[in-house]
């Protein structure tokens, strides 16, 4: 797939920004291993798997991936399988500008529903995408973690 009318500085990832992708991962989500005692999924992901099969967006700064979001189409969704910000820069719109591109590309591919899912203890996520609009839909088992999954019509 092609960028098409992304925002500026948003650009589709290649494989060679895989190792850069696990690096952001480890960088944005890092702090939340003791919090959920485990490794979060974003941090064991095959992001080398997710750029060759999936759409992974990112923007690059300082010679380093500075955000990432990893988009996975369903049949009738979009899932967002993860939004990755440089710690340094969170809190600063830069999850928002992924956020809103989600919602663009699903609508885009056709799709009136984004979804995703989150560990049940982090309860900042939860917050911030309650307040973009989702709404949580079941808790679940999911090996080592309890997830929760949220929803969002467009």
Do not use: C
């Given at each position: 797939?092609?960028?098409?009318?992304?925002?500026?500085?948003?650009?589709?990832?290649?494989?060679?920004?895989?190792?850069?992708?696990?690096?952001?991962?480890?960088?944005?989500?890092?702090?939340?291993?003791?919090?959920?005692?485990?490794?979060?999924?974003?941090?064991?992901?095959?992001?080398?798997?997710?750029?060759?099969?999936?759409?992974?967006?990112?923007?690059?700064?300082?010679?380093?991936?500075?955000?990432?979001?990893?988009?996975?189409?369903?049949?009738?969704h979009l899932l967002i399988e993860s939004i990755a910000v440089e710690?340094?820069?969170?809190?600063?719109?830069?999850?928002?500008?992924?956020?809103?591109?989600?919602?663009?590309?699903?609508?885009?591919?056709?799709?009136?529903?984004?979804?995703?899912?989150?560990?049940?203890?982090?309860?900042?996520?939860?917050?911030?995408?309650?307040?973009?609009?989702?709404?949580?839909?079941?808790?679940?088992?999911?090996?080592?973690?309890?997830?929760?999954?949220?929803?969002?019509?467009?």
């Open positions: 797939m092609t960028s098409g009318s992304a925002p500026a500085g948003l650009v589709q990832a290649e494989p060679a920004d895989v190792p850069g992708l696990k690096v952001l991962a480890e960088r944005a989500y890092g702090h939340y291993i003791p919090v959920i005692q485990a490794v979060p999924a974003p941090m064991e992901a095959d992001y080398a798997a997710m750029v060759r099969d999936h759409e992974v967006w990112t923007i690059r700064g300082n010679d380093a991936l500075r955000a990432s979001l990893v988009l996975i189409a369903g049949d009738d710690p340094s820069e969170q809190g600063m719109g830069t999850g928002r500008l992924l956020l809103d591109w989600a919602r663009q590309r699903a609508l885009a591919l056709g799709h009136r529903e984004l979804r995703l899912y989150t560990n049940v203890l982090m309860s900042d996520n939860r917050a911030w995408y309650k307040r973009a609009g989702f709404t949580e839909t079941l808790e679940e088992q999911r090996g080592d973690k309890r997830i929760v999954h949220m929803r969002l019509a467009l």
